[in-house]
């Protein structure tokens, strides 16, 4: 630009030397070309500033757009950072829940001191409950997690429609038939009639037999003759009805499958709880004597009835209690209760059925149990989640939402265990609560705190004998596969397999163990049950053989 322009100064110079008539003129005809050249070069520089500014603006924006890409990836950076902050924070509350602070404690006894009734946190009981949501209601929160969840409704839409075309195929019509749950879920009135004995015994006999024990305790002159006469007198009735009297009820009326396990896990449940409210409220009568002319303090009746409804085993006069009731999330829950069930039928006829039986009969080998074995893994893994997300996590968020009772955890996440000693703390809180505080603690305290190796296997054989126990009654034959991995396998991982281990290569074993303990049931289990049906009967090898028919 700069020589198009001197270029152009030169010849308008040579012009006005050849045609110049006076000192004005030539300062007319110079200063006229010149200012028209000073114009055409500011604008050309102005033009170069424009061209240089977008430029620049150019470059701006991409340093913007690189610059938001790079805090889009520190904010996500930072918010793992700050979940897995949170995360070990909420496991060590959760952890010191368990045992309150010491200066908690010692505000609990100076509360015990001045109101001289029974708390609903006793020094030795530990167990704090606490308004806190169940853990995957939280997780569903975040979209990932949520999507997993999606994916198994997927797979739930998927098994309906390869059952809807195989029913097609086979029968020419579109039809979705549920045989199999109708008859799992048979005579469901003389369950009904069972449930409601065990509910009314166990609502009203406990109570009063302990309250009038409570009455006469600090009066009766022979306190040991009086505990021990009320004591085996429930005993005896604790026997006959929660004892004998579902045993009897599944046996003699031949209840199919899913209506045994109802009454057996029903008489679990009020048995325990009984034992809770006993052990929890005779400390407090034994400890408590009242002045002359008073009454002993006792629980109230109501919280008793709440307490036999409320998500846990453990008993407490008082329970922290939300505000209301969010039917939207109680509609919700029960439907997820029905999709589980549908969802468990769906396996069984589609993966377990056509494998466990044959058209013919197919001679034993080996090959056929390992091949079997393995094939049991998936419907077995998926049964596992299915029973916990079902039961640990709808039904008791359906009865907790329902009574208000806020403490909602019911399980920890077992899923991230990177051993088994911690699997078994976290897959099921409700059971390990009461396992742990009126088994290994009171074996402990009977033994002086001594042989807590004693106290935490005495806890695994009761476990796993109440559970073979449940199997057996609610399949209506005895095959001790449950207990032997239980009470062989569980304690030798338990022990072997401790809390040392933080390396995720320990959870892929755990998951490892999980899969092929899970496929060996349900391979164990279909079997036995379609041998119960088609082999002859031996010796103490059936029980109630037209049952499972």
């Given amino acids: 630009m700069e020589h198009i322009c001197g270029n152009h100064r030169s010849e308008q110079c040579e012009s006005l030397i050849l045609w110049a008539v006076s000192e004005d003129l030539l300062i007319m005809t110079s200063g006229e070309p010149c200012n028209r050249l000073w114009h055409r070069e500011t604008k050309t520089r102005h033009q170069d500033a424009n061209f240089?500014?977008?430029?620049?603006?150019?470059?701006?924006?991409?340093?913007?757009?690189?610059?938001?890409?790079?805090?889009?990836?520190?904010?996500?950076?930072?918010?793992?950072?700050?979940?897995?902050?949170?995360?070990?924070?909420?496991?060590?509350?959760?952890?010191?829940?368990?045992?309150p602070p010491a200066h908690i404690k010692?505000?609990?006894?100076?509360?015990?001191?001045?109101?001289?009734?029974?708390?609903?946190?006793?020094?030795?009981?530990?167990?704090l409950f606490m308004e806190r949501a169940s853990l995957l209601d939280e997780l569903f929160e975040i979209s990932h997690i949520r999507t997993i969840y999606h994916m198994f409704i997927a797979v739930l839409l998927i098994f309906c429609l390869s059952t809807l075309a195989v029913d097609y195929i086979d029968q020419g019509r579109l039809v979705l038939e549920f045989d199999l749950l109708f008859y799992a879920f048979g005579k469901l009135g003389t369950v009904t009639w069972a449930w409601l004995t065990m509910f009314v015994y166990t609502l009203f006999v406990p109570y009063y037999i302990l309250e009038f024990?409570?009455?006469?305790?600090?009066?009766?002159?022979?306190?040991?003759?009086?505990?021990?006469?009320?004591?085996?007198?429930?005993?005896?009735?604790?026997?006959?009805?929660?004892?004998?009297?579902?045993?009897?009820?599944?046996?003699?009326?031949?209840?199919?499958?899913?209506?045994?396990?109802?009454?057996?896990?029903?008489?679990?449940?009020?048995?325990?709880?009984?034992?809770?409210?006993?052990?929890?409220?005779?400390?407090?009568?034994?400890?408590?004597?009242?002045?002359?002319?008073e009454n002993p303090r006792f629980p109230t009746f109501s919280s008793y009835l709440y307490f036999l409804f409320c998500p846990t085993l453990i008993y407490r006069e008082f329970y922290p209690r939300n505000r209301q009731i969010r039917w939207n999330y109680v509609t919700v829950t029960l439907g997820k209760i029905f999709g589980c069930l549908f969802y468990g039928y769906f396996i069984l006829v589609r993966l377990c059925i056509p494998v466990f039986r044959p058209e013919t009969n197919q001679p034993f080998s080996k090959r056929t149990m390992v091949l079997a074995v393995f094939h049991s893994i998936l419907p077995g893994i998926m049964l596992l989640l299915l029973c916990f997300f079902a039961f640990l996590h709808c039904w008791l968020n359906l009865f907790g939402e329902l009574?208000?009772?806020?403490?909602?955890?019911?399980?920890?996440?077992?899923?991230?265990?990177?051993?088994?000693?911690?699997?078994?703390?976290?897959?099921?809180?409700?059971?390990?609560?009461?396992?742990?505080?009126?088994?290994?603690?009171?074996?402990?305290?009977?033994?002086?705190?001594?042989?807590?190796?004693?106290?935490?296997?005495?806890?695994?054989?009761?476990?796993?004998?109440?559970?073979?126990?449940?199997?057996?009654?609610?399949?209506?034959?005895?095959?001790?596969?449950?207990?032997?991995?239980?009470?062989?396998?569980?304690?030798?991982?338990?022990?072997?397999?401790?809390?040392?281990?933080?390396?995720?290569?320990?959870?892929?074993?755990?998951?490892?163990?999980?899969?092929?303990g899970q496929g060996v049931q349900v391979c164990l289990y279909c079997q036995e049950w379609y041998a119960q049906i088609h082999c002859p009967p031996t010796g103490v090898r059936t029980l109630i053989k037209g049952s499972l028919i």
């Fill in 213 to 293: 024990w409570g009455s006469l305790y600090h009066k009766f002159p022979s306190k040991l003759g009086l505990t021990l006469g009320a004591g085996l007198i429930l005993t005896a009735i604790q026997t006959c009805v929660l004892g004998l009297f579902p045993i009897y009820t599944v046996v003699h009326h031949q209840l199919p499958p899913a209506s045994r396990f109802i009454v057996i896990l029903e008489q679990i449940r009020f048995l325990m709880k009984t034992y809770s409210f006993i052990r929890e409220t005779a400390p407090v009568i034994l400890k408590n004597t009242p002045k002359e002319g």
């Fill in 106 to 127: 010692s505000a609990l006894i100076g509360k015990k001191t001045n109101k001289g009734s029974p708390r609903s946190q006793r020094k030795d009981d530990g167990k």
């Fill in 52 to 99: 240089d500014q977008a430029e620049s603006h150019e470059n701006i924006q991409e340093d913007l757009t690189e610059w938001k890409q790079y805090m889009k990836k520190l904010k996500v950076k930072v918010l793992e950072q700050v979940q897995d902050q949170l995360r070990d924070i909420l496991d060590k509350a959760l952890t010191e829940s368990i045992e």
């Fill in 403 to 516: 009574l208000r009772f806020a403490d909602r955890m019911f399980y920890k996440d077992w899923w991230n265990s990177t051993s088994f000693a911690n699997y078994y703390r976290t897959w099921n809180v409700v059971v390990h609560d009461w396992l742990y505080y009126y088994g290994y603690r009171d074996f402990l305290w009977l033994s002086n705190r001594r042989f807590r190796a004693a106290a935490m296997l005495s806890v695994f054989i009761v476990s796993a004998v109440v559970h073979e126990y449940a199997l057996a009654m609610g399949f209506g034959f005895f095959y001790p596969v449950m207990f032997c991995l239980f009470a062989v396998f569980g304690v030798a991982f338990n022990f072997t397999m401790t809390d040392k281990h933080q390396s995720p290569v320990f959870n892929i074993i755990m998951w490892a163990c999980l899969f092929l």
